[in-house]
């Protein structure tokens, strides 16, 4: 079983950057692919980026591809996200979270979801 913790969320402004980070604990980390989602006011939640164990596999949807860059460190069992060119829409709730199937833009495959941190940028 593994345990998530999100953090790195906050309050910019539009253009700005922010890092998100995911620190896993309770079982070996680089044994699952590894996801973040976002969840804003009234939608559903929606798929962001993916990254196999190793790294060497890696998806965004369409909307962050560009600005948005997924990475992990096996050693410190942490997974990353680096944003920028931040815009209101990306205005979320973002979650991390581990799958046992390997790196999956399905929500459904994911075994393990933190508790998600808020991400809020003004216009």
């Known amino acids: 079983q593994v345990q998530l913790v999100e953090s790195g969320g906050g309050l910019v402004q539009a253009g700005d950057s922010l890092r998100l980070s995911c620190a896993a604990s309770?079982?070996?980390?680089?044994?699952?692919?590894m996801g973040w989602f976002r969840q804003a006011p009234g939608k559903e939640r929606e798929f962001v980026s993916t990254?196999?164990?190793?790294?060497?596999?890696?998806l965004y949807a369409d909307s962050v591809k560009g600005r948005f860059t997924i990475s992990r460190d096996n050693v410190k069992n942490t997974l990353y996200l680096q944003m920028n060119s931040l815009g209101p829409e990306d205005t979320a709730i973002y979650y991390c979270?581990?799958?046992?199937?390997?790196?999956?833009?399905?929500?459904?495959?994911?075994?393990?979801w933190g508790q998600g941190t808020q991400v809020t940028v003004s216009s």
């Open positions: 979270a581990a799958s046992q199937h390997g790196s999956s833009w399905y929500l459904w495959e994911y075994d393990y």
């Open positions: 309770g079982s070996t980390f680089s044994n699952y692919g």
């Open positions: 990254i196999s164990w190793s790294g060497s596999s890696i």
